[in-house]
């Protein structure tokens, strides 16, 4: 599995769409580790264009602060799920609560 969280300033950026950079992290979700982790820089927004983006770097789960209903429809079209209302933390303790099922996930802090 790899995770992609959107970032800025080292936590997770709660306006999906206009984040510096992606930490993409690959797990194992069955032994609930972190494998690897790589940093890359977002691409000028533009509507539409992260799910397939995402995608070509294997990106198989998103999660984020808030994200708009169309744009999870977009991931879930290319195959990614998408986790919304996660806290601005570093990416690391993110997935680590995520594989561990303890993240606290709040309400979805988009709405469009």
Same mark, same amino acid.
């Not at 080292?10 to 580790?33: P, R, T, Y």
């Not at 940093?39 to 999660?63: D, F, M, N, S, Y």
């Given at each position: @599995? *790899?995770?992609?969280? #959107?970032?800025? !300033?080292? *936590?997770? /950026? @709660?306006?999906?769409?206009? /984040? !510096?950079?992606?930490? %993409? &992290? ?6 609930? $580790?972190? %494998?690897? *982790?790589?940093?890359? !820089?977002? #691409? #000028?927004?533009? #509507? ?5 983006? %995402?995608?070509?770097?294997?990106? =198989? ?5 808030? @994200? +708009? ?8 079209? $290319? +195959?990614?799920?998408?986790?919304? +209302?996660?806290?601005?933390? !570093?990416?690391?303790? &993110?997935? =680590? ?5 303890? %993240? ?5 802090? /988009?709405?469009?």
């Amino acid at each position: @599995m *790899k995770i992609a969280i #959107p970032i800025a !300033e080292g *936590k997770l /950026c @709660m306006h999906f769409g206009h /984040c !510096e950079e992606f930490a %993409l &992290i690959d797990v194992d979700s069955s032994g609930k $580790q972190i %494998l690897a *982790k790589d940093k890359v !820089e977002a #691409p #000028p927004h533009q #509507p539409g264009l992260l799910p397939g983006w %995402l995608a070509e770097r294997g990106v =198989t789960c998103v999660i984020a602060g808030g @994200m +708009g209903q169309r744009a999870i429809g977009l991931f879930q079209e $290319q +195959g990614i799920q998408v986790i919304t +209302g996660a806290p601005s933390e !570093e990416p690391e303790k &993110i997935v =680590t609560q995520f594989l561990n099922n303890n %993240l606290a996930i709040g309400t979805n802090a /988009c709405d469009h």
